[in-house]
């Protein structure tokens, strides 16, 4: 098998078909992995989480390529990440960190930019290059100088008078509201007056009612049996909620 190379990002398909293609014209011993490709815009939270989830299933010598649009206007220094055997091309927005930081301890360059690079699509014209280069033998720190990167911090939840503090760091497609928690409290929980349901599989949770329980990503997740917790709630990535303590209440 070829070397992988996985992309996550918040563009269209036609331009991740560009990255593909200056790739392959450079080597075809190569696997892609489209990991992600429906990212909300500009919702590098989202991405991170996505990319630190999903990129430790993937053999060490796997190529990321994670990129959430900075916005135009916005400062777009693109860097390489190595950790644990892994590699990280994306814009230093903080997307590659938590996933680096997962894998052990991530040591970063600043890309070179080629002179012909377009100012909008660091992808095809950075990134991709850059991954090309690194399958056809082209030591890392031959592509760019040492750099500090930019960290994403997913917080952490905090005790309140009346429960505790969580902020939403991640919606998937269904309307399931992850929270930067790791682990329940052994308490009953409400949000916004609804009672969450401490459940270890949706199944046991009644049609149309709201639970709550850590995800296979090992990070806790509110629900809707049958329904969307981000409708009901009115909730989206970066929003601090309060989980209320029923015991604090009643």
Wanted: proline share 6%.
């Amino acid at each position: 098998m070829g070397r992988v190379i996985t992309f996550l990002t918040d563009f269209g398909s036609f331009y991740l078909s560009q990255m593909k293609g200056v790739i392959l014209q450079r080597t075809g011993d190569v696997v892609f992995v489209e990991m992600a490709t429906d990212i909300p815009p500009q919702d590098v939270m989202s991405g991170a989480f996505a990319l630190m989830v999903a990129s430790r299933y993937f053999p060490p010598g796997t190529i990321h390529i994670a990129i959430v649009d900075p916005g135009v206007g916005t400062k777009r220094a693109a860097i390489c990440v190595e950790s644990g055997g892994h590699v990280f091309l994306g814009p230093d927005n903080g997307i590659l960190m938590p996933a680096a930081r997962a894998l052990g301890s991530p040591v970063a360059w600043m890309l070179d930019v080629p002179e012909d690079a377009s100012p909008t699509f660091h992808g095809r014209d950075v990134f991709a290059r850059a991954a090309a280069e690194i399958i056809c033998g082209t030591p890392i720190e031959d592509l760019g100088t040492p750099f500090e990167p930019q960290d994403l911090d997913l917080g952490s939840p905090r005790i309140v008078a009346n429960g505790i503090e969580a902020s939403v760091i991640y919606v998937d497609n269904f309307g399931n509201v992850v929270l930067n928690m790791r682990r329940l409290p052994d308490s009953d929980l409400r949000l916004m007056g609804r009672r969450l349901r401490r459940v270890r599989t949706y199944g046991e949770a009644g049609w149309n009612e709201s639970l709550i329980t850590l995800g296979s990503h090992g990070f806790a997740e509110i629900a809707v049996n049958g329904g969307s917790a981000a409708e009901l709630f009115g909730l989206s990535t970066g929003d601090r909620i309060v989980l209320e303590d029923i015991s604090c209440s009643e």
